[in-house]
């Protein structure tokens, strides 16, 4: 028996005003996460898969059917977007992570225009990521629910900054305007969980 649960949201609906508004906050957590964790334990169950770590699923994503690579990515990808976000965010990253953007990318600038770049290039729906692979810092960008934790994906490694990019994340407000919604959301990315995530990937 599968049982995953839709984690509490560690803010409050409109806490990341005026960058993400309040009604999309709203629905993208009661309405599209809790329908990935919903339907991934549907998928799972009476399957091989149920009872075990959703980590553990994801690295063997290969093995399961469509409907776990969808909703499993689609919970794993949503649980690590709210932490990666928070009230008054922002500003620059700090310490080894700054230093190690810096020696990758040249300059924190020069990071945030290629990361907005893979964040612009991914057509349709899906995500841009910020991933350690071999203890270097490397872009890439995932369709729909995939991640590049995934043993499907093309570019591999283990995500500490991830933007999703479905028109559900930013529609109601932005409307087409990915590239306003991409630019505003540098004003809510929570760097000390970036940090965090660093320091246990490398
Ligand atoms: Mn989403």
Same mark, same amino acid.
């Not at 994801?58 to 399961?64: C, F, L």
């Not at 969808?70 to 230093?99: A, E, Q």
């Not at 600038?109 to 990521?129: H, L, N, T, V, Y």
């Given at each position: 028996?599968?049982?995953?649960?839709?984690?509490?949201?560690?803010?409050?609906?409109?806490?990341?005003?005026?960058?993400?508004?309040?009604?999309?906050?709203?629905?993208?957590?009661?309405?599209?996460?809790?329908?990935?964790?919903?339907?991934?334990?549907? *998928?799972?169950? =009476?399957?091989? &898969?149920? @009872?075990? /770590?959703?980590?553990?699923?994801?690295? !063997?994503?290969?093995?399961?059917?469509?409907?776990?690579?969808?909703?499993?990515?689609?919970?794993?990808?949503?649980?690590?977007?709210?932490?990666?976000?928070?009230?008054?965010?922002?500003?620059?990253?700090?310490?080894?992570?700054?230093?190690?953007?810096?020696?990758?990318?040249?300059?924190?600038?020069?990071?945030?225009?290629?990361?907005?770049? *893979?964040?612009? =290039?991914?057509? &349709?729906? @899906?995500? /841009?990521?910020?991933?350690?692979?071999? !203890?270097?810092?490397?872009?890439?960008?995932?369709?729909?629910?995939?991640?590049?934790?995934?043993?499907?994906?093309?570019?591999?490694?283990?995500?500490?900054?991830?933007?999703?990019?479905?028109?559900?994340?930013?529609?109601?407000?932005?409307?087409?305007?990915?590239?306003?919604?991409?630019?505003?959301?540098?004003?809510?990315?929570?760097?000390?969980?970036?940090?965090?995530?660093?320091?246990?990937?490398?």
């Amino acid at each position: 028996m599968s049982n995953f649960e839709l984690p509490k949201l560690p803010y409050e609906y409109d806490a990341l005003e005026p960058y993400i508004d309040k009604q999309t906050m709203e629905i993208h957590y009661t309405k599209h996460h809790q329908a990935y964790v919903t339907n991934l334990n549907k *998928a799972l169950e =009476g399957s091989e &898969g149920a @009872g075990k /770590a959703l980590e553990d699923i994801i690295k !063997n994503i290969s093995k399961y059917p469509v409907s776990v690579r969808n909703n499993g990515g689609g919970h794993f990808n949503h649980s690590l977007f709210w932490s990666l976000m928070k009230k008054n965010g922002g500003g620059s990253p700090t310490g080894d992570v700054l230093k190690e953007i810096n020696s990758s990318f040249g300059s924190f600038d020069e990071f945030k225009k290629q990361f907005g770049a *893979a964040a612009m =290039g991914r057509f &349709g729906s @899906g995500w /841009a990521w910020l991933i350690v692979n071999n !203890n270097k810092l490397e872009i890439t960008s995932t369709p729909n629910q995939d991640n590049p934790l995934m043993d499907i994906a093309e570019k591999k490694g283990s995500p500490i900054l991830a933007i999703d990019v479905w028109e559900h994340a930013y529609y109601l407000k932005y409307q087409n305007k990915r590239a306003d919604y991409v630019e505003n959301w540098w004003n809510v990315v929570n760097w000390d969980e970036v940090a965090k995530l660093y320091s246990q990937a490398k």
